[in-house]
Nanobody, 121 residues
Framework: VQLVESGGGLVQAGASLRLSCAASARSLSTYAMGWFRQAPGKELDIVATISWSGDNTYYADSVKGRFTIFRDNRKNTVYLQMNSLKPEDTAVYYC???????????????WGQGTQVTISS
């Protein structure tokens, strides 16, 4: 499975961005999907996950109420809507696919190449 992220960029604090993760060569509909991020000099952190059906989601405390993960299995795409962005959200954001939402957080099966998100103050 090849995952390709898009939608990153440079915006001011308080703005919104929507990241997309599209899969090629295989349907994503049977995989749990998630977004991770890595800020400069910091570890890779989980941001959000969504079950294959879209019924169950998980968010890191730092993004709850501001970010929304959702998916469109017909388009083979997962999204991360990011609102009220803060400078501390600056990071490279990675899309990942996994067996289920729990396993995904520990051991994703597939990774995207990452997209840079930079929030200026």
């Amino acid at each position: 499975v090849q995952l390709v992220e898009s939608g990153g960029g440079l915006v001011q604090a308080g703005a919104s961005l929507r990241l997309s993760c599209a899969a090629s060569a295989r349907s994503l509909s049977t995989y749990a999907m998630g977004w991770f991020r890595q800020a400069p000099g910091k570890e890779l952190d989980i941001v959000a996950t969504i079950s294959w059906s879209g019924d169950n989601t998980y968010y890191a405390d730092s993004v709850k109420g501001r970010f929304t993960i959702f998916r469109d299995n017909r388009k083979n795409t997962v999204y991360l809507q990011m609102n009220s962005l803060k400078p501390e959200d600056t990071a490279v954001y990675y899309c990942a696919a996994g067996q289920n939402s729990v396993v995904l957080r520990a051991a994703p099966l597939y990774w995207g190449q990452g997209t840079q998100v930079t929030i200026s103050s």
